[in-house]
């Protein structure tokens, strides 16, 4: 527990959460640009390329092939940052989740209002009539011919609902995030480095009055921060919860 951390909880009545990749480290999802993360590693084209929309659209099989062995993620459990999150909404003090992770570890953990700036591994939808499949369906298409997953209805191209580079976010969530932090009167950035736009900017939408930035590396925030915890996310905000929902 953090004492510092908890008085600024006890007071706020209005906390929206503003979280990256080392929300879900401590679930067992690696960081991909920590030292060991998916971009520090050699593949016969760089991460960024394999994970492009360009790519998707011209190496489609070996997109999909790429996509299963490293973004899908199994066993991952929330953490006790998720879980006390999901605790604080219930007690009406946690507003939102903002969160650039597409693991949806926060609904697992409870969260209801949670807006997924990069999307989720966990929807997947057909480019050609927007028919909806579990992440299951991309993974049961590695036996299948080219790999590639398609739909059962039309046989259109079944995508996830994954933001990919060269992609714009989605404007209904964009928005959403902004009204959410707009009216904030605390802000919590975890587990992010702040170097991701266009979501990292969304912090110059806040206006509340306690800024508190987790994180186990400086961010560009500290300077204008309240309160800065360089430690783990679910250390500094699990308190006294441990891993208890």
């Known amino acids: 527990m953090v004492p510092a951390l908890e008085a600024i909880l006890a007071k706020s009545k209005n906390l929206v ?11 067992g999802i690696p960081d991909f640009r920590s030292v060991d993360g998916l971009y520090h590693q050699k593949f016969r084209y760089p991460p960024e390329v394999m ?7 011209s190496h489609t099989a070996e997109f999909f092939d790429f996509y299963r062995s490293k973004l899908i993620v199994h066993g991952a459990r929330p953490n006790a940052a998720h879980l006390r999150l999901a ?16 693991d949806g570890l926060h609904q697992a953990a409870g969260s209801r209002t949670v807006f997924e700036l990069h999307g989720s591994t966990l ?18 298409a590695a036996g299948q011919g080219d790999g590639i997953p398609r739909c059962t209805e039309c046989g259109g191209i079944v995508k996830p609902d994954v933001v990919l580079y060269e992609e714009g976010l989605d404007e209904q969530t964009l928005e959403d995030a902004v009204r959410a932090i707009s009216a904030a ?30 994180n186990k590396q400086p961010t560009p925030a500290d300077h204008s921060a309240t309160l800065v ?15 208890q929902p």
């Open 229 to 243: 915890l360089n430690q783990p996310i679910g250390q500094a905000l699990g308190g006294e919860e441990g891993g």
């Open 87 to 102: 605790k604080l909404e219930r007690q009406g003090v946690c507003r939102a989740v903002v969160t650039q992770n597409i």
């Open 51 to 57: 994970l492009s929309h360009s790519f998707y659209e």
């Open 17 to 27: 959460f503003f979280g990256g990749a080392g929300v879900s480290t401590e679930s």
């Open 185 to 214: 009167d605390t802000l919590i950035v975890g587990g992010t480095s702040l170097a991701v736009y266009p979501a990292a900017g969304l912090l110059r939408y806040f206006r509340g009055d306690e800024l508190v930035v987790i």
């Open 123 to 140: 929807r997947n939808y057909c480019t050609r009539c927007g028919k909806f499949y579990p992440v299951a369906f991309i993974e049961q």
